[in-house]
């Protein structure tokens, strides 16, 4: 088991799951999100995850073309997941920094490396994708 919560502890959650990965994303929407930076995503099965507390829920077309589905603490507007809604099935990215404890799964991939801005840092060594998982190495 693994569990975690918003900045307020006004919405907590529980993974019945060991994680698949994780890994950071460097999208537009992603970066907006996180204030310029990458999201870091927790990989689980969307069916191991449940939360309690209020949410607001938003959904967006991404860079894929697929619908995500983003969901926020209602107090504090802390992040706490997306998951694809239209779409190729996915795992359901959890946000590293809502987890109490964040060391579970340290990242291994980078995706969507071209939309980084060039003063990114990308961890040495670290795979970078261009675009979402599936796609070509960025070099």
Not at 31 to 40: D, H, N, W
Not at 94 to 104: K, N, S
Request: glycine fraction near 10%.
């Amino acid at each position: 088991m693994h569990e975690g919560g918003c900045l307020c502890g006004a919405v907590r959650f529980v993974a019945a799951a060991e994680p698949q990965g994780a890994r950071y994303c460097w999208c537009r929407d992603c970066q907006r999100i996180a204030s310029g930076m990458a999201t870091v995503n927790v990989l689980f099965d969307e069916e191991a995850v449940t939360y309690s507390g209020e949410m607001t829920l938003l959904r967006l077309v991404a860079d894929s073309g697929n619908t995500v589905e983003r969901g926020f603490c209602k107090l504090c507007g802390a992040q706490m997941f997306s998951r694809t809604v239209v779409g190729p099935k996915q795992p359901m990215r959890v946000r590293a920094g809502t987890l109490d404890d964040p060391e579970i799964c340290p990242p291994s991939l980078i995706i969507w490396g071209k939309s980084a801005p060039r003063w990114a840092p990308f961890p040495p060594g670290m795979p970078v994708l261009e675009a979402g998982p599936g796609s070509a190495p960025l070099v």
